[in-house]
């Protein structure tokens, strides 16, 4: 697989903790909680039946699964090879038919595509240009397609909550999984979405109670955020 855009850091962060990625009480819980919403946020605005959908940066298949069961055809897309194998036997294991393949979307061969539906989803902040993922999801998106990327906003408020809060308070991620400085904005997110042809849609805040383990969404885009971009 080739290694554009990759940060060996961050794969061998997630290659950890890969055993892990099914359960709701471990490292990955804010996931299982955010989940189920983030994805019906997706599908209110996206025809899933049907539709031919990558997911990239899928990890352990939380929202790949969710699209399956959307009635969308998935083929779901990581750099790390230890996470997809957790998977293929998960999605085996619920008699879903998920394709996946190890590699990044820059590398991934023109022949995959095209694609109606791309879901990016809280992988932007782990990756060295974030702008080269967008270009490259742009790319492979069929005319009329739909991109949908989630990320944290780089703010104090985002810094507050999913670092220090998160990572070294109620340690519901382990410490070191975000570097503050790898936000984006969603003024700059827009941007790169113009730069690689893209037409933002819509733009919503994702937020998430930990204590209560709630998730919503609503128009405060200043910690989590999701945007809706279309070719």
């Known amino acids: 697989m080739a290694q554009e855009n990759v940060d060996p850091q961050e794969l061998a962060k997630f290659e950890a903790m890969a055993h892990r990625w099914w359960d709701p009480e471990g490292e990955f819980r804010p996931l299982h909680d955010l989940n189920p919403v983030r994805c019906q946020w997706i599908a209110e605005r996206a025809a899933l ?95 009329g397609g739909q991109l949908f990327v989630s990320t944290l906003n780089r703010s104090p408020k985002a810094w507050l909550l999913g670092v220090v809060g998160a990572e070294y308070v109620l340690n519901l991620l382990p410490r070191g999984t975000h570097e503050y400085e790898k936000f984006l904005r969603p003024s700059e997110l827009a941007a790169l979405g113009r730069k690689a042809g893209l037409q933002l849609r819509a733009l919503a805040g994702l937020h998430y109670d930990p204590l209560r383990r709630k998730a919503w969404v609503n128009d405060r885009a200043d910690v989590n955020y999701l945007m809706h971009f279309s070719r």
């Open 49 to 143: 039946a049907g539709a031919k959908l990558l997911d990239v940066g899928c990890g352990g298949g939380l929202v790949s699964e969710a699209m399956t069961r959307y009635g969308a055809e998935v083929t779901g897309l990581d750099a790390a090879e230890g996470p997809l194998t957790v998977a293929r036997l998960h999605a085996l294991d619920a008699g879903l038919s998920i394709r996946y393949v190890h590699s990044t979307v820059e590398a991934l061969a023109a022949e995959e595509g095209p694609f109606d539906v791309i879901t990016c989803l809280e992988m932007l902040e782990h990756v060295p240009e974030p702008g080269a993922v967008l270009a490259a999801c742009a790319e492979r998106l069929a005319p």
